[in-house]
């Protein structure tokens, strides 16, 4: 009789033990933009899914380029153009680029996908569809900060970029 209710006891306690806490999958911003990107290229090219992440982050940086040129006053910006009238800035602007493809060619390979792969499998179908809205609402912002950066640059008649 004591042995079961000490057995008793001891089953009472382990299902009153704390579980551990089991964290959630830590995927960043642009980890979610790559396996996204790279899971909707069906027959694409999948293993270039790393420059898809470059030219978006590409974008950011020639919108942040093109408002700073775009606040300057006109003398400032007249001297700017009279200075690199020779060259123009499209091989400055172009720096980051390679900068950026470089770096995201060797984070995002295939074994990055894999791991990403094994991660949004333990997911709940509720958060992937989030993380997948997520990704398509920000091509969609992506897009938008182009031709936004582009405009910006088109009130200069290209005179930055273009020798």
């Not at 006891?9 to 979610?32: C, M, V």
């Not at 700073?68 to 400032?76: M, P, V």
Request: hydrophobic share 40%; glycine share 4%.
């Amino acid at each position: 009789m004591e042995k079961r209710r000490h057995k008793y006891n001891q089953e009472r306690k382990e299902a009153y033990k704390q579980k551990p806490f089991i964290k959630p999958p830590r995927i960043s911003f642009w980890d979610n933009i790559f396996y996204w990107s790279w899971y909707s290229t069906k027959h694409g090219l999948p293993h270039r899914t790393f420059a898809t992440v470059t030219v978006m982050q590409y974008v950011y940086v020639v919108l942040f380029t093109a408002v700073i040129l775009n606040c300057l006053d006109s003398q400032t910006a007249w001297h700017l153009y009279i200075l690199h009238k020779s060259k123009g800035i499209l091989g400055y602007i172009l720096v980051p680029f390679v900068i950026l493809i470089l770096v995201n060619g060797r984070i995002y390979k295939e074994s990055r996908y894999e791991r990403l792969k094994a991660e949004f499998d333990r997911m709940e179908d509720s958060e992937k569809k989030r993380r997948r809205t997520i990704f398509w609402i920000f091509t969609g912002i992506t897009l938008l900060a182009g031709y936004a950066a582009y405009r910006l640059f088109c009130r200069f008649n290209m005179q930055f970029l273009l020798p």
